[in-house]
């Protein structure tokens, strides 16, 4: 093979590179592509390129946006007094779809971790701290993940907001699941967290 | 959220339909991009952009490539006098990664298929006759899956081809697979084909 095939190599080793999927399942998907491109592979380039060239984080919050100033943060209507703290803009999204938060957001960019060297300067956290003192915050809600790193980042947080209300997400049965199927520390939460019916 | 994100979910939706991806993996991929802007994101958009605007099939085998003759067909070294057909440019290139055949190819593009109404000339099968007339072939190596469609479509084209020599690739035992995991269908090829020691 000559260079005949170089941009289609070099295309399957970009698309290998992305999460989820490897080397036969980007070459898969190139040949989808191809096979479809005015309705694929076209678009999708010019969709990569818009995102590319304008797609940015907004200064308040963290967010992905098009603007400085994402429009959760920009909207009077989410000015409710609550922030809800989450580790990625995945999770701001998932929040997003369940549609039952109306407050404003703040991205930490991760977790606090010993191992990996990520202390509160390498998150958005000074940032948050910033914004409490100058946004009218009635409630912190901290969503971040149930593992150890996400628990140590929350219990960092509340302990640097004295005097701020500062909760975080119920623990217990995720809906849909079977007690059979779930670890012993969910069970455990779960029952502890028990509520009256 | 108004059409702030309408880039971004545009860029979540076409990833969405790439085989291997759903919408949670499109909107990993995504974030992951975004995160690496200069090393992902646009070199991914520019390399689809090209491909996009210069991929074709070889007028001559079906191969994807950049020119109207692919470079397979083009090369003096190929023209050894087999053919080997496969359904699929992923099962060239397969075949192509092993770099044990030296010959030429033939992509159908497919296998005869009564359910889904594909017949010969819904595939490359004309122009394989074409060649066969043309070019100086010594052997028609026929590497279609061990599948029904597959099976029938390699007896079809061997009845349209007497007089030349049709061969298709053993069937067997994996290498490195092991017995236990085998279904009873390659057991009985793999004994049926037995060889002396």
């Known amino acids: 093979m000559s260079n005949d095939t170089d941009d289609l190599d070099n295309l399957i080793a970009l698309m290998a590179k992305l999460p989820g999927l490897g080397p036969r399942s980007a070459r898969r998907a190139v040949l989808h592509m191809i096979k479809k491109r005015g309705l694929v592979l076209l678009p999708l380039a010019e969709a990569m390129h818009r995102v590319g060239t304008t797609a940015r984080e907004c200064l308040n919050c963290g967010n992905i946006g098009t603007k400085d100033i994402c429009d959760i943060c920009e909207s009077p209507k989410r000015a409710t007094g609550e922030i809800c703290v989450v580790e990625d803009v995945a999770d701001l999204w998932a929040m ?16 606090l971790s010993a191992l990996d060297a990520i202390g509160p300067d390498e998150l958005r956290i000074p940032k948050l701290l910033d914004r409490i003192k100058v946004e009218d915050i009635s409630e912190v809600i901290l969503a971040l993940g149930a593992t150890i790193d996400g628990q140590t980042t929350a219990h960092y947080i509340a302990d640097q907001l004295p005097g701020v209300k500062v909760t975080s997400l119920a623990q217990g049965v995720p809906v849909g699941g079977e007690l059979d199927y779930l670890d012993d520390g969910t069970i455990t939460a779960a029952l502890n967290a028990r509520k009256a019916l």
Chains 1, 2 share one sequence.
Do not use: A, D, I, N
């Open 96 to 111: 997003e779809r369940s549609q039952v938060f109306k407050g404003r957001y703040h991205v930490l960019g991760g977790t």
